[in-house]
């Protein structure tokens, strides 16, 4: 069972994934058909490919998402090493952190993808902290009504 504080993280990453998925098709007239497709630690490109591997890339993210989104919704087939001392808070904090981990993805991603569509990281910061604002204060203050219950 996965909590409402969980769902709300996971509808984060995927709205971070349709905004750039959005971008993307709209801007995709206008990309070259070669990018870069990696840098170097130094932050030279040494990779190109076509701009096809855009969506290969969104579908790779909405597949991950999609798989967290699993293996945090059935916690009873996960494969722990050792034995918690109380079972259902642990559950509750690792389905957190698998709800965040797909945030940090999708914001990796979509930095790659708005990269490519000439976005400065001021506007990339100002795209992901308006798309992600909104819910991390819905969580903060349903966390809050929660705790005092």
């Not at 206008?30 to 932050?43: A, S, V």
């Amino acid at each position: 069972m996965i909590s409402i504080k969980v769902k709300i993280l996971f509808a984060m990453s995927l709205s971070v994934l349709f905004t750039y998925a959005g971008l993307l098709y709209l801007n995709y007239d206008n990309i070259p058909e070669t990018i870069p497709t990696h840098i170097n630690f130094k932050g030279e490109i040494d990779g190109y490919g076509n701009k096809i591997q855009l969506w290969i890339i969104s579908l790779v993210n909405l597949f991950l998402l999609l798989t967290i989104y699993l293996v945090a919704k059935f916690p009873k087939y996960w494969n722990i090493p050792f034995k918690p001392k109380n079972l259902v808070v642990f559950q509750k904090n690792v389905g957190v952190i698998m709800g965040i981990l797909p945030i940090l993805l999708s914001c990796a991603i979509s930095t790659m993808i708005l990269f490519t569509l000439k976005y400065s990281a001021t506007e990339m910061l100002r795209l992901l902290f308006s798309i992600l604002i909104l819910p991390m204060l819905f969580v903060v203050l349903f966390n809050e009504k929660a705790d005092s219950k």
